[in-house]
């Protein structure tokens, strides 16, 4: 398997503009996991997903930001509009409830600035 | 809610010796703790977990402890290497509260882990 796929790998757009980021999990995996990495507050949860269905998105910092996950293989996150303090760099991560293994599997993330 | 908090931020040692990183959590009920290893522009990467009923697991050089009483747990490597280096992550997670719940892990701020040779 490929492995958790993110796109882009790099974003930069200006204040104001909507941003979406893509996440494809890995085949089978039945949760869907978005965090956020910043210096100053490290990992974040901010959204999961189980089969689909979001089920706690209390780590959603404000309305502008919004996730999806239309099928089992590609979830998205938007922030819209967007702004500098939203720089930092989003991952997704996949899991699947297997006997007693609750590992993660992350991405490779993508870097988000706004300028 | 959960509060991890992780110890030392940064950590320098010399190849071949030991590194002992040190988490401690506040939620009780928490009964799973992974580490986590993140490589420069790369994902975490998991590399050893524990959950609340072992208090030591072992895998090669690495090997983590658990003390539930004092609410914290260690990530010991041993006989370390180059390629050790890296920023290293504990997280903590209490049991799903309802059945389709997943594992919301709470993350520590990270250790930045350098092994000079």
């Known amino acids: 398997d490929a492995g958790v796929i993110q796109s882009p790998r790099h974003e930069v757009t200006e204040m104001g503009q909507e941003v979406t980021l893509r996440c494809k999990p890995i085949?089978?995996?039945?949760?869907l996991f978005w965090y956020r990495q910043t210096m100053m507050r490290g990992l974040e949860l901010l959204i999961y997903f189980n089969n689909n269905v979001p089920i706690d998105d209390s780590g959603m910092p404000e309305d502008r930001f919004s996730a999806k996950m239309p099928n089992a293989s590609f979830s998205t996150l938007k922030i819209q509009p967007s702004e500098p303090r939203d720089s930092a760099v989003y991952f997704c991560?996949?899991?699947?409830?297997?006997?007693?293994?609750?590992?993660?599997?992350f991405g490779p993330g993508t870097r988000l600035t706004v300028t | 809610g959960e509060n991890v908090e992780q110890h030392p931020s940064t950590l320098s040692v010399q190849e071949g010796d030991s590194a002992v990183i040190k988490c401690t959590y506040s939620d009780s009920a928490s009964n799973y703790f992974p580490w986590y290893k993140q490589e420069l522009g790369k994902g975490p990467q998991l590399i050893i977990d524990?959950?609340?009923?072992?208090g030591e697991k072992k895998d090669q050089r690495i090997a983590v402890t658990l003390n539930k009483t004092a609410k914290h747990f260690s990530l010991h490597i041993t006989e370390t290497q180059p390629e050790d280096s890296a920023v290293y992550f504990c997280a903590a997670s209490r049991p799903p509260p309802f059945y389709n719940a997943g594992n919301m892990l709470t993350f520590g701020g990270g250790t930045r882990l350098m092994v000079k040779p």
């Open positions: 524990i959950r609340s009923n072992v």
């Open positions: 085949s089978g995996h039945d949760y």
């Open positions: 991560a996949s899991s699947a409830r297997a006997g007693v293994s609750y590992e993660q599997y």
